[in-house]
């Protein structure tokens, strides 16, 4: 196993000079520092967070550009989920400006938000009630909510703030630093992802994959 030693400052050195030159030649001068500098510091702390949160996965660093009016072809951050259903899973970005640590529900699909309405309508509500107000007291929550009550429930439902969700994220940051030197950055993103694991169970439990198994 490659043991995590740390992401060099030359990783955040590069987001901030791909920012001031985001092309694919500057991409293509400069592609080895981002793999020795963030790819394979990456992919060696999720090796280690492995044995307790599963095996985790790099998103590619190209933007899919076909649909936006920003043609800048790579992204400005590098960011790894460990999935445990279909949308939902641990997050973690490497970025110029740091880190970041995440995790939840984070685009809906398919019967997702109606699993996850359901079980706020009913007793695991209150647990999940619990849980939001414990993950504040630590993280940025964010539910992507309706600016009205969702269809069929009413605006004096005890919960309607929770069943406007569409989604359930958590995040913390950390700025670049001295805070991240070493192996510092493995300690916080294993100490965040326990404390955000009730919340991702009961998501993982209640919210479910897109679609019934077997459909």
Do not use: C
């Amino acid at each position: 196993m490659t043991k995590f030693t740390g992401f060099p400052v030359e990783a955040f050195e590069f987001y901030d000079a791909l920012a001031t030159d985001n092309t694919r030649e500057w991409w293509q001068q400069h592609k080895r520092e981002y793999e020795h500098n963030v790819r394979e510091p990456l992919t060696a702390l999720l090796t280690e967070l492995e044995p307790e949160f599963g095996a985790g996965h790099l998103f590619r660093p190209y933007r899919d550009t076909r649909f936006s009016k920003d043609k800048t072809p790579i992204k400005d951050h590098q960011g790894a989920v460990v999935s445990l259903e279909d949308s939902i899973g641990y997050y973690v970005q490497i970025s110029g400006q740091g880190l970041m640590v995440a995790g939840g529900w984070y685009s809906p699909q398919g019967q997702q938000v109606a699993r996850f309405r359901e079980a706020v309508d009913g007793p695991r509500g209150a647990e999940l009630e619990t849980l939001v107000r414990k993950a504040q007291r630590r993280f940025h929550v964010e539910g992507q909510p309706l600016k009205t009550r969702p269809k069929g429930y009413d605006i004096d439902h005890p919960r309607i703030d929770l069943l406007r969700f569409r989604a359930l994220t958590v995040d913390r940051h950390y700025p670049a630093g001295p805070n991240l030197r070493g192996r510092k950055p493995l300690s916080l993103v294993r100490a965040d992802w326990r404390a955000m694991r009730p919340l991702m169970e009961w998501l993982a439990d209640n919210v479910g994959p897109a679609t019934e198994p077997g459909q």
